[in-house]
C-alpha cells in the first residue's frame, strides 16, 4: 500500500497574494501474483488552482511489471484504465471520462545513504492529458530523515493548458 499527499501553497513575496495553490492525494494498492507482476488498484484526487478545474478526481486499476530490482537499482513500469471525474470551476459542471494511466518509477542507489529517482506518469482522458515527471537526489541524514532536492514538472492539455514547474529542498521522514 502507498499514500502518496502533497500540498503546495505559495505566495508573492511582494504582495502576500496567493500565485499558487495545489492539493494531491493519492492512494494505490498492489497485489503481487508472481515476484515481478502485480495488479493494482489507484485512487487519486487534485485540486489546483492553475487549471481550469475546481477539482479531478479518478480511480484506475492495472498490471505492473518489475523490470529490475536489485540492491542498488529498481525499475518497473505500470498501465492501467479507470475513469476520471472532473468539475470546472467557473461552470460547476461535472465531466465523466474514461482515463488511461500509465506510470514509470525508476530507483539508482548510488553509493550508501544516496540515490537518484525518476519517476513520469500520464493520466489520459478526453478530457485532456497530463503527464508529471519527478525528479529527485535524495541523501539520508539519519535512518528516518532525509534530505531532497526535487523538480517536478506538470503538463496539462485541458481546458487551462498548463505547463508548471517546482524546484524544491526539503527534509523528509521516513517511518
Same mark, same amino acid.
Given at each position: 500500500?502507498?499514500?502518496?499527499?502533497?500540498?503546495? =501553497?505559495?505566495?508573492? *513575496?511582494?504582495?502576500? #497574494?496567493? &500565485?499558487?495553490?495545489?492539493?494531491?492525494?493519492?492512494?494505490?494498492?498492489?497485489? =503481487?501474483?508472481?515476484?515481478?507482476?502485480?495488479? +493494482?488498484?489507484?485512487?487519486?484526487? !487534485?485540486?489546483?488552482?492553475?487549471?481550469?478545474?475546481?477539482?479531478?478526481?479518478?480511480?484506475?486499476?492495472?498490471?505492473?511489471?518489475?523490470?529490475?530490482?536489485?540492491?542498488?537499482?529498481? @525499475?518497473?513500469?505500470?498501465?492501467?484504465?479507470?475513469?476520471?471525474? =472532473?468539475?470546472?470551476?467557473?461552470?460547476?459542471?461535472?465531466?465523466?471520462?474514461?482515463?488511461?494511466?500509465?506510470? @514509470?518509477?525508476?530507483?539508482?542507489?548510488?553509493?550508501?545513504?544516496?540515490?537518484?529517482?525518476?519517476?513520469?506518469?500520464?493520466?489520459?482522458?478526453? !478530457?485532456?492529458?497530463?503527464?508529471?515527471?519527478?525528479?529527485?537526489?535524495? +541523501? #539520508?541524514?539519519?535512518?528516518?530523515? =532525509?534530505?531532497?532536492?526535487?523538480?517536478? &514538472?506538470?503538463?496539462?492539455?485541458?481546458?487551462?493548458?498548463?505547463?508548471?514547474? @517546482?524546484?524544491?529542498?526539503?527534509? *523528509?521522514?521516513? +517511518?
Amino acid at each position: 500500500h502507498e499514500l502518496k499527499l502533497e500540498g503546495l =501553497n505559495e505566495l508573492d *513575496g511582494s504582495t502576500g #497574494d496567493r &500565485t499558487s495553490e495545489r492539493y494531491l492525494v493519492q492512494e494505490k494498492s498492489s497485489w =503481487n501474483y508472481t515476484e515481478r507482476d502485480y495488479l +493494482f488498484v489507484k485512487l487519486q484526487a !487534485e485540486k489546483d488552482q492553475q487549471t481550469s478545474w475546481d477539482y479531478q478526481a479518478f480511480a484506475a486499476l492495472g498490471y505492473g511489471h518489475i523490470f529490475i530490482r536489485t540492491d542498488t537499482m529498481f @525499475l518497473s513500469t505500470e498501465l492501467g484504465a479507470g475513469a476520471r471525474h =472532473n468539475k470546472h470551476e467557473l461552470t460547476g459542471a461535472t465531466v465523466n471520462d474514461a482515463l488511461g494511466n500509465a506510470e @514509470l518509477e525508476y530507483e539508482w542507489k548510488f553509493r550508501p545513504g544516496a540515490r537518484f529517482n525518476e519517476d513520469a506518469s500520464v493520466e489520459a482522458g478526453k !478530457e485532456g492529458t497530463v503527464i508529471r515527471t519527478r525528479t529527485a537526489l535524495t +541523501f #539520508d541524514l539519519t535512518e528516518v530523515l =532525509n534530505l531532497s532536492v526535487v523538480y517536478e &514538472t506538470k503538463r496539462d492539455d485541458g481546458p487551462a493548458d498548463l505547463d508548471d514547474t @517546482l524546484t524544491a529542498v526539503g527534509v *523528509g521522514y521516513r +517511518f
